[in-house]
């Protein structure tokens, strides 16, 4: 569970946003001035904090310069400001914040920022952590591997990472493409200078050129300030955009100018803006054959292909699998406070001949999860893969198998009303589950709004007694 720290001077906005954390599984603490936020930074190490600019005692800048080594610890700092001041809160961003909201701002913002936010110091706080155990600098690329197919990677890396060429790095989910872009941009001038990682698909298609771009006051209905874009905020730094492939065909247009001139216009602004940045693409689709499918423009393809590196999947690479082992599970020991020592011939054997659908990050799951269960040594019995669990029945018709269920009712109207309630019941379930109860993605994943999710739960609440 996620700890999170909310400084604010507001009351209601403070237990607002106090309660919407806490609803999506977030452990919270909250204070309304800046040297109590200060002591529990210091104390606690929350893994975030959104931080008012002004507060009654200080001011959001000040405590920004107090906690410069907890941000480059991997500390996620988040702004938010009611006046406006954008310089406030790009000057913020120069500091290390990791992005800035203006109020009033919408719950699904605020959660998707926090998410995002979370996300990259997990993955920071994985490579800083395996430089540490490696004794290496933070340039280093022994944490991909040693295999002759991450040698070639590396090789592309170190040839293109000077330039300021824009690169498409390809591969399958999990191959470790977020890993090569940062250190691509740590190997390159820019290496000081922001990096920031943008993910295309989780972005709203209505909020997508705004994000990207930035907006001026006015620009349209709820802009009641400027805000710039991720273009913007990369500023002679780098713009990470992962997963290209998910972004809609109608809106890859505005891409076309910006990527090749570094030049566009906020919404609503007269004026063009220009950003010097280095652009690194990810993506796990086949973007040609989204050409041909007329998925994904010609001309966006060719345009940010200007290098491309292939990630290879696991499987094409085992040799790399008992050196990734090693550090995964010295890094679940840390993370674990077990003492893990050895892994058994048989089970790295197992390992061995897996085929790696998930690629690294499963493999990383999987040395975990047998962290969990080992004593000293992990074994064979402590590795395991999902398929292993898949049932082999063949799948068989809801008639066939409620058959004799149907007849138990006094007509089929009664059973199908019955029924459907059964079913709801289940989705509702699942959906929340699967959510690991986060109201707002489960309503998401169900297809409603959270209101209404709310109010199935309320239907069902004395067969799933789980609302939050």
Request: aromatic content about 8%; overall charge neutral; some cysteine.
């Amino acid at each position: 569970m996620n700890s999170i720290l909310i400084v604010e001077d507001s009351q209601d906005t403070r237990e607002n946003i106090a309660e919407l954390l806490t609803m999506n599984g977030y452990k919270v603490r909250t204070t309304d001035n800046g040297q109590t936020a200060l002591r529990i930074i210091k104390t606690q190490m929350p893994d975030c904090v959104i931080l008012d600019v002004r507060l009654p005692d200080t001011t959001g800048h000040e405590i920004l310069k107090q906690i410069q080594n907890e941000i480059e610890s991997g500390l996620v700092v988040i702004i938010i400001t009611a006046y406006g001041e954008v310089s406030m809160a790009v000057n913020a961003m120069k500091m290390g914040a990791y992005d800035y909201l203006e109020k009033p701002f919408e719950n699904a913002v605020l959660l998707m920022v926090v998410k995002r936010g979370l996300e990259n110091q997990q993955v920071k706080r994985e490579l800083a952590h395996l430089r540490q155990m490696l004794g290496t600098d933070q340039d280093s690329e022994q944490v991909l591997g040693h295999s002759p197919a991450i040698k070639k990677v590396i090789s592309q890396i170190n040839s293109v990472a000077q330039t300021d060429l824009t690169v498409l790095i390809q591969g399958e989910t999990g191959t470790g493409k977020e890993v090569a872009a940062h250190l691509l941009h740590n190997k390159s001038k820019r290496a000081k200078q922001p990096f920031i990682a943008i993910d295309c698909g989780a972005i709203p298609e209505n909020l997508i050129e705004s994000e990207f771009f930035g907006f001026e006051k006015g620009a349209f209905t709820g802009a009641t300030q400027s805000r710039p874009g991720k273009f913007q905020l990369a500023h002679q730094g780098t713009l990470y955009l992962d997963e290209i492939g998910n972004l809609p065909l109608a809106q890859q247009r505005p891409f076309l100018r910006v990527i090749e001139n570094k030049t566009f216009r906020p919404i609503g602004a007269i004026n063009e803006s220009k950003v010097d940045i280095r652009l690194i693409i990810a993506s796990n689709a086949n973007l040609l054959q989204l050409v041909s499918e007329n998925k994904f423009r010609k001309d966006l393809y060719y345009r940010i292909s200007e290098y491309t590196i292939t990630m290879p999947p696991l499987r094409e690479r085992l040799e790399d699998i008992p050196h990734l082992t090693a550090l995964f599970l010295s890094e679940a020991n840390f993370e674990l406070n077990s003492k893990i020592t050895d892994i058994s011939e048989e089970a790295m054997a197992k390992l061995l001949s897996y085929n790696w659908p998930g690629n690294v990050r499963q493999l990383r799951n999987v040395i975990r999860k047998a962290a969990l269960l080992a004593t000293d040594t992990i074994k064979l019995s402590h590795i395991s893969f999902p398929s292993e669990f898949d049932s082999e029945e063949p799948e068989q018709s809801f008639f066939t198998v409620y058959k004799n269920d149907i007849n138990r009712y006094p007509n089929y109207r009664t059973a199908y009303a019955e029924f459907t309630r059964e079913f709801e019941k289940e989705l509702i379930k699942n959906a929340y589950e699967k959510a690991h109860g986060n109201i707002t993605k489960a309503a998401r994943i169900y297809g409603i709004d959270r209101r209404n999710f709310y109010h199935k739960l309320d239907k069902y609440a004395k067969d799933f007694p789980k609302k939050q």
